[in-house]
């Protein structure tokens, strides 16, 4: 399997426009996690799916953030509007249960200008 | 306070050992994790205990565990100027998804 594989790995944009981050997790995984990772605050768990219904989204900073997963292999993070203080490096991970150890993707890199 | 709590940096010699320390607060803790993230890539597990246990072995790693006073320590025998990256700890306690500290960037010099 290729791993967790995210697009794309940078984004730039100006503020104000809609970001959409793609995930596509390892094939029998039914765990989705998306986080996010700044030097202000290090790692942030935003939301996460099982079974690909969300389950806690209570990391979700706005409502400007949203997340979906349409089918076990494709999720989505969307930020509408984008604000500069969104700019991080986003990070998709899935496993196979709680308790069981993460496989994260490359990453994200965001700049909202 | 954090959850789980890491120095920020450390610093070592090439061929010394290096020792990542955690604590963290969740008494109910299943599995404790290291992960790696090297630069431009993300997080990669490196090694996990569970609760019950005190020590874990895997090649030049060795993790220590104390139970007691909720403390996490990740050993690298002979570090490697490889070696140098950021090392997070984590912990899946109540909630049983992990929780990360903020991560320990580990510096490797000749």
């Known amino acids: 399997d290729a791993g967790v594989i995210q697009s794309p790995r940078h984004e730039v944009t100006e503020m104000g426009q809609e970001v959409t981050l793609r995930c596509k997790p390892i094939?029998?995984?039914?765990?989705l996690f998306w986080y996010r990772q700044t030097m202000m605050r290090g790692l942030e768990l935003l939301i996460y799916?099982?079974?690909?219904?969300?389950?806690?989204d209570s990391g979700m900073p706005e409502d400007r953030f949203s997340a979906k997963m349409p089918n076990a292999s494709f999720s989505t993070l969307k930020i509408q509007p984008s604000e500069p203080r969104d700019s991080a490096v986003y990070f998709c991970?899935?496993?196979?249960?709680?308790?069981?150890?993460?496989?994260f993707g490359s990453g994200t890199q965001l700049s909202v200008l | 306070g954090e959850d789980v709590e890491q120095s920020l940096f450390l610093s070592v010699r090439e061929g010394d050992s290096s020792v990542i320390n955690c604590t963290y607060t969740?008494?109910?803790?299943?599995?404790l994790y290291w992960y790696k993230q090297e630069p431009g890539a993300g997080l990669q597990l490196l090694t996990y205990?569970?609760?019950?246990?005190d020590m874990k072995q895997d090649q030049r790693l060795t993790v220590l565990l104390n139970k007691k006073d909720k403390h996490l320590s990740l050993r690298i025998a002979d570090t490697q100027t490889g070696d140098s990256a950021i090392y997070f700890c984590?912990?899946?306690?109540?909630?049983?998804?992990?929780?990360f500290g903020r991560g320990t960037s580990l510096i490797v010099h000749p």
């Open positions: 991970a899935s496993g196979t249960g709680v308790n069981e150890k993460l496989f």
């Open positions: 094939s029998g995984h039914d765990y």
């Open positions: 799916f099982n079974n690909n219904v969300p389950i806690d």
């Open positions: 969740d008494s109910s803790s299943t599995y």
């Open positions: 205990i569970f609760s019950n246990m």
């Open positions: 984590a912990e899946s306690g109540g909630s049983y998804i992990p929780t």
